[in-house]
């Protein structure tokens, strides 16, 4: 009988969101602030695997209870939510892909969000989403004239994204998706080999598109990540965090992916910053503010990516 309340409750909740016209999804692993609105879905990603230890540890049932009854999981309907632990946010780009049929969507995280005050203003300073111009308004402004929304690139310096992933992580993994890529691909060859050249990259797996690129995006990632999966060697000797294969391939391979349809298709993207709410790793965090505009300055260790 519970079973059967919630397929009720999972329908109605799908069926509404699938009402929105633009559908920006949060994606959560834990509780943190919750920002749910006319634009903004948040969803559990990993519900099938949360009591299963991951990077951070081990979940506690009262924070999986907030997930459950702040917003719908990952896990129900089409999905690769059992996938988690490998692929991270990308299960939700799964999720966005087999079932929201918004005509413009988007993904974002809980701690990194789109500022779009270059283009927008807000004197509504209640909610970080009003803060930094996440609305209706401003995002059809962006996507009349763009036709992708993409975060600013990260430079690596000296290091190019092939370097940097050698550093970091293990390079076979990388070598393994360029093969890949360029075996069902081929028209994609060029683009996955200048990696291997370029300094700079598009990274966090956010983007905001009208579903029917985002559609092709996706189909393009998961038929890649898919056939790696099948090819990688056993992982579970490696420490968890580098366990994580697919989620850290899936940027390098999103970059060849954007990099062809701007150079081949046309297709016009807009970079904007990206909004750190809980920064990874602080060494210190001083909070400054006012009625009207709070402010943080936060100083940062060195991140890996």
């Not at 997930?67 to 780009?93: A, P, Y």
């Not at 996507?143 to 000296?158: A, R």
Request: include cysteine; charge should be positive; proline fraction near 3%.
């Amino acid at each position: 009988m519970v079973n059967i309340f919630k397929n009720i409750r999972t329908f109605f909740e799908v069926s509404k969101i699938n009402k929105k016209r633009i559908n920006l999804f949060m994606v959560y692993h834990k509780p943190s602030t919750l920002y749910k609105n006319k634009l903004i879905t948040p969803i559990h990603a990993g519900r099938d695997v949360a009591f299963t230890g991951s990077k951070d540890g081990h979940i506690t049932l009262e924070d999986y209870q907030w997930l459950e009854h702040h917003m719908i999981g990952d896990n129900i309907n089409d999905n690769i939510s059992q996938k988690n632990r490998f692929f991270n946010e990308i299960t939700v780009t799964y999720w966005i892909w087999k079932n929201c049929k918004s005509p413009i969507v988007g993904l974002m995280h809980y701690r990194r969000i789109f500022d779009f005050r270059n283009l927008g203003f807000s004197k509504d300073y209640s909610d970080a989403t009003l803060k930094y111009c996440i609305d209706e308004k401003t995002i059809k402004k962006i996507l009349s004239e763009y036709d992708l929304i993409l975060p600013e690139k990260l430079n690596f310096g000296d290091d190019t994204l092939y370097q940097q992933y050698q550093k970091h992580h293990y390079i076979n993994d990388l070598n393994l998706a360029l093969d890949v890529i360029k075996e069902k691909y081929p028209q994609m060859s060029k683009y996955a080999d200048s990696i291997k050249e370029e300094h700079s990259g598009y990274f966090f797996n956010m983007l905001l598109c009208k579903k029917e690129l985002f559609n092709k995006y996706a189909e393009f990632l998961f038929d890649v990540l898919f056939e790696v999966e099948k090819r990688l060697p056993e992982r579970s000797e490696r420490h968890i965090y580098q366990q994580r294969i697919e989620a850290f391939l899936a940027e390098r391979i999103s970059n060849i992916y954007f990099n062809y349809l701007i150079a081949e298709k046309g297709i016009k993207v807009k970079e904007f910053p990206v909004v750190h709410l809980e920064p990874e790793n602080p060494v210190k965090s001083f909070i400054f503010k006012k009625k009207s505009k709070p402010r943080a300055l936060t100083i940062y260790i060195k991140l890996r990516y």
